[in-house]
């Protein structure tokens, strides 16, 4: 599976845009790229997937470059409620998917 | 529609002692999956299941820890005999390739 790189930790004002980003530079044709957030003691929650195209759901978007070597994960509106844990990964075949240690998203009122 | 469902969701137990973790994945899924979360090693894959069929196991840490999936509705995790080093949120997931992993809300084991 292709390794991804996150920034350890980010904040964001209440009610902006929070933008995750994520580098998976070795990601290949058929990987798809998933992203789940982890609130504290919490299960991780499935958040968004995509494979080359933009992608949209009623909780975020996922914007992956034309290359498909980075990604990044749009909150567009930012609550308090979407402090958590942001895992990036990229995921070979349907079985076996490795979290890495993810970006700390905090929103600050 | 119910999620993954695991039990117990504590347990304090003495060391030496034998743990068994029990899952139930959701409906129809044919992938499910062992995770551990500590502190120090973030969340790491035991094991899973495809189709009841153990396909990677090579993050059980060791003999003391084992997993069956005896049918599609049913698995456990056993720790046999526990260690304090084994403290940590044990969670289980379960997917229906290539839909994502759905995960359950953890079983927090303390061995003291």
């Known amino acids: 599976d292709a390794k991804t790189t996150q920034p350890p930790s980010m904040d964001c004002a209440e009610g902006r845009a929070a933008n995750l980003p994520c580098n998976h530079s070795?990601?290949?044709?058929?990987?798809?790229v998933y992203w789940y957030r982890q609130i504290h003691s919490q299960g991780p929650q499935y958040i968004i997937h995509g494979l080359k195209n933009n992608e949209t759901n009623e909780m975020a978007s996922l914007i992956i470059t034309e290359d498909r070597k980075s990604s990044t994960l749009i909150l567009p509106h930012a609550t308090l409620r979407d402090t958590a844990v942001y895992y990036c990964?990229?995921?070979?075949?349907?079985?076996?998917?490795?979290f890495g240690d993810g970006t700390t998203l905090t929103v600050k009122p | 529609d119910a999620g993954v469902i695991q039990s117990p969701r504590h347990e304090v137990t003495e060391m030496g002692q034998e743990v068994t973790l029990r899952c139930k994945p959701i409906?129809?899924?044919?992938?499910l999956f062992w995770y551990r979360q500590t502190m120090m090693r973030g969340l790491e894959l035991l094991i899973y299941?495809?189709?009841?069929?153990?396909?990677?196991d090579s993050g059980m840490p060791e003999d003391r820890f084992s997993a069956k999936m005896p049918n599609a509705s049913f698995s456990t995790l056993k720790i046999q005999p526990s260690e304090p080093r084994d403290s940590a949120v044990y969670f289980c997931?379960?997917?229906?390739?290539?839909?994502?992993?759905?995960f359950g809300e953890g079983s927090w084991l303390t061995v003291v």
């Open positions: 997931a379960s997917s229906l390739a290539p839909i994502p992993i759905y």
């Open positions: 299941f495809n189709n009841n069929v153990p396909i990677d």
């Open positions: 990964i990229v995921r070979l075949n349907a079985g076996k998917s490795t």
């Open positions: 409906s129809g899924h044919d992938y």
């Open positions: 070795t990601i290949s044709g058929n990987e798809y």
